[in-house]
């Protein structure tokens, strides 16, 4: 076979710019996808970028990147980005309902990375016109999982996983022969408390529990490192993403954060993604698909890598695990109370208020308080999440005022 052009032309086929549109673009996730779309100039055009409080950055990202339309997701800032990009020719708008907005802009390629509920909204918006998701907010398929798979497969959307796991995964499961897997291994790192005793970890402070070992992350998400409720909360996304029981689902601890994942075949065989913990590895993967881009992460380097070690979490000392796999199991209304819960007791206990060890306590209770019940539409995930949220605030004022510290 002849093949015409150069090797650099047969490598990077000439393509219109990708038009993209960046969901919480001043956070760690969106901050690097900025990275990742300035690095590879040409490439892409930014339709629009949305963040919640931080103004000052989201201006500064808009100067450069020069979106067609850019939101805080506060109405309070709505002046201050209007002044910010005044001259600019990019329209500024500001709440809800703008966020919302920017999903449903003409882009081709969504990276839907806002903290928490308040992204379910948003991405379900991007899903509804078929768009391709880049996505890096658990509580999307944690809180309303069914129903977005749903309107995935309706719409003919494209649900790209952004977390290192899940993409690690996405990269070696075989869609067209699932009946051949045997299971899936989420990999986990122990985060900073892997070793910690059940009483060393009821002292630790917001400034440990945030200093990861491996990765570099926001805080909300590090301290569900700390606990492990990212392993929960990523088990049920991984069930919905990849359609296996939850009992085919297993996670393991690797210290080491180079195995970001495995697929485990009927004939024996493992499949694992490997690289350094860096986010943009992940993030280019979903930028780039189907094709690959550059990335600047570190390469692997098998020669000074002196070990892998694995080992079983211990579901003493991270309970979360079990009330992860338990809301699972129930279904319905229960990981929607799980996130939501975990949310409020996550943020008390960077405030102050409780212990480290209170987060799950915290979640566990609202669990045993609230019905699983059934989930019929978004609107249904979204008044579960509120009133979970409630009922978590009042756990967290009875352990704030039982408190010792």
């Known amino acids: 076979m002849v093949m015409s052009g150069t090797v650099t032309e047969l490598r990077t086929p000439k393509v219109d710019p990708r038009s993209v549109t960046v969901l919480g673009c001043t956070g760690s996730v969106g901050c690097n996808t900025i990275d990742m779309i300035e690095r590879n100039p040409g490439a892409y055009r930014v339709e629009a970028l949305t963040a919640h409080n ?3 950055l989201l201006i500064e990202q808009a100067r450069r990147l020069k979106p067609r339309f850019v939101v805080s997701g506060n109405p309070d800032n709505f002046e201050a980005l209007k002044a910010g990009l005044a001259g600019t020719g990019i329209e500024a708008a500001a709440g809800r309902a703008a966020v919302i907005e920017a999903a449903q802009r003409p882009a081709e390629w969504v990276m839907a990375s ?11 918006a991007a899903v509804r016109r078929g768009a391709l998701i880049g996505l890096a907010n658990k509580e999307t398929l944690v809180c309303a999982g069914s129903l977005m798979m749903k309107e995935v497969a309706k719409h003919k959307a494209t649900m790209l996983p952004v977390d290192s796991e899940h993409s690690a995964i996405f990269q070696v499961f075989d869609f067209d022969r699932v009946e051949a897997i045997e299971k899936i ?7 900073p408390f892997r070793t910690k005793t059940v009483a060393e970890m ?42 296996l029981p939850e009992d085919q689902i297993e996670i393991l601890v690797h210290p080491q954060s180079v195995i970001h994942s495995m697929v485990a075949y009927r004939d024996g065989s493992v499949l694992a993604q ?17 094709n690959r881009i550059e990335a600047p992460s570190a390469r692997l380097d098998f020669a000074k890598v002196a070990q892998f070690t694995f080992e079983a ?9 079990r009330l992860a796999r338990a809301a699972l199991k129930a279904g319905g209304r229960a990981p929607t109370i799980l996130n939501a819960a975990n949310e409020i007791a996550v943020a008390a206990f960077l405030e102050g208020g409780i212990r480290f060890t209170d987060i799950a306590a915290v979640v566990e209770a609202v669990l ?23 009922v978590a605030k009042s756990q967290v004022a009875a352990r704030r005022k039982n408190s010792t510290h």
């Not at 992204?119 to 379900?124: A, D, R, S, V």
């Not at 019905?371 to 999440?385: F, K």
């Open 313 to 321: 979490p211990d579901p003493e000392r991270f309970p979360a695990l």
């Open 274 to 290: 490997l690289g350094t913990p860096d986010m943009r590895t992940p993030i280019a993967f979903a930028l780039g698909w189907p």
């Open 368 to 390: 045993e308080q609230m019905p699983a019940g059934s989930l019929a539409s978004i609107d249904d995930v979204l008044e579960t999440d509120g009133e979970a949220r409630i």
């Open 185 to 191: 291994i989420l990999t986990a790192s122990g985060g």
């Open 202 to 243: 009821a002292e630790m402070t917001p400034a440990q529990a945030v200093a990861h070992p491996n990765w570099s992350m926001g805080a909300k998400i590090s301290v569900d490192s700390a606990s492990m409720m990212n392993k929960g909360l990523e088990l049920i996304e991984a069930y919905h993403l990849f359609g």
């Open 54 to 56: 931080n103004v000052n």
């Open 114 to 124: 806002i903290v928490g509920a308040a992204g379910l909204e948003p991405t379900l």
